[in-house]
């Protein structure tokens, strides 16, 4: 949706996805149904999509009707097999998900996912017709170091697909070091770095490049929303700790510049 000529100079609406990781029984359905009720009697000016656990896709899916989207965290790169315990990209989009996350980097630094993995379960999201966020981002001993825009350069070059679209993907750049710690960057921090990786996907892609949502991840709270989704060239957010309770996860969305 290009053209939009958001107050802040932005183009696009944009996404705040929320990603529950492996937390939420059948009861957090009530935190999405609070969502959805919300969401219905004032709409949001963003898209909202929640990755809940493989496990609550299809009943997040039930409750969340065409108000929010679902998504995955994960999919393998075959579409079946003997892969016991993973799940492939066509079972997401058969439960519900028009979205899956990959390259988490709690997947990269749990799993030991390599960039040529991530870019495998990219093509295996679009295979099945799911959009997907491709997680990027520099640990802390690589900032300290001051190698963190060579770390996404390759994250960049060697995660990210040859046919990438703003209708097919989005990147969240997410600082390790800001994950879950109530840390994170500040704005002028931010700010570079997404316009770093902007100039990275025009480089690469032109004017797809330009479109491209760029989401910022890393404890985005109800308190940082504001001033972090007002930042040049951030298309949104990747909520994890507050993603779980409906009024945080509202606040969030309520505090994204007005389309
Ligand atoms: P956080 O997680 O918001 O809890 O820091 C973000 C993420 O890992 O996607």
Redesign the pocket.
Known sequence: MIGRGLPNGKEMRLLIAG?W?MNGLSGALDEVRAVVAALKACPASVDVLICPPATLIGPVGAEAGATVAVGGQDCHPKPSGAFTGDIAAEMLRDAGASWTIVG???RRQYHGETDELVAAKTLAGWRAGLKVII?IGETEAERVAGREEAVVDRQLATSVPDGSTASNMAI?Y?PVW????GRTPTNDDIGRMHAHIRAVLVKRFGAAGQAIDILY?????PRNACEILAVKDVGGA??????LKAADFLAIIGAAPAA
């Open positions: 990603n990781k988490h980097s709690e997680c969240a997410e800001a994950i879950g710690t991840g890393g404890s985005v709270n990747l909520v994890g700790g507050a993603s």
